[in-house]
């Protein structure tokens, strides 16, 4: 699921990102995983920088009350593709490398 740390000079790099902002039930808390959070809208927003991207994440977390169950967003892609993850502390990864 995650692969290297982005360095911190790779988060301020300006460009046209896009991050998807989404959430889970936990079924730790008898809710459905196969669903969003009920009242918690699923979305995409744009971002000029990976950093701008993982403190959307945040804001997004914290205004729900998200668990680190219920994070399912963080897929940060740019030109179509996803280059990055945030994960549910704000940290951004790159995907992890698949063996070819």
Not at 26 to 49: E, F, L, M, S, W
Not at 71 to 80: D, F, L, M, P, T
Request: with cysteine; proline share 7%.
């Amino acid at each position: 699921m995650y692969g290297k740390l982005v360095p911190p000079q790779e988060l301020s790099r300006e460009g046209q990102f896009k991050v998807r902002l989404a959430s889970v039930g936990n079924p730790d808390h008898g809710q459905d995983p196969d669903r969003p959070v009920y009242g918690v809208p699923t979305k995409t927003i744009a971002a000029k920088t990976m950093q701008e991207a993982s403190e959307a994440c945040q804001k997004y977390i914290a205004e729900h009350m998200l668990g680190g169950g219920n994070w399912a967003g963080g897929q940060i892609v740019e030109k179509r593709k996803q280059i990055a993850l945030v994960s549910y502390n704000g940290r951004v990864w790159y995907p992890e490398q698949k063996d070819k």
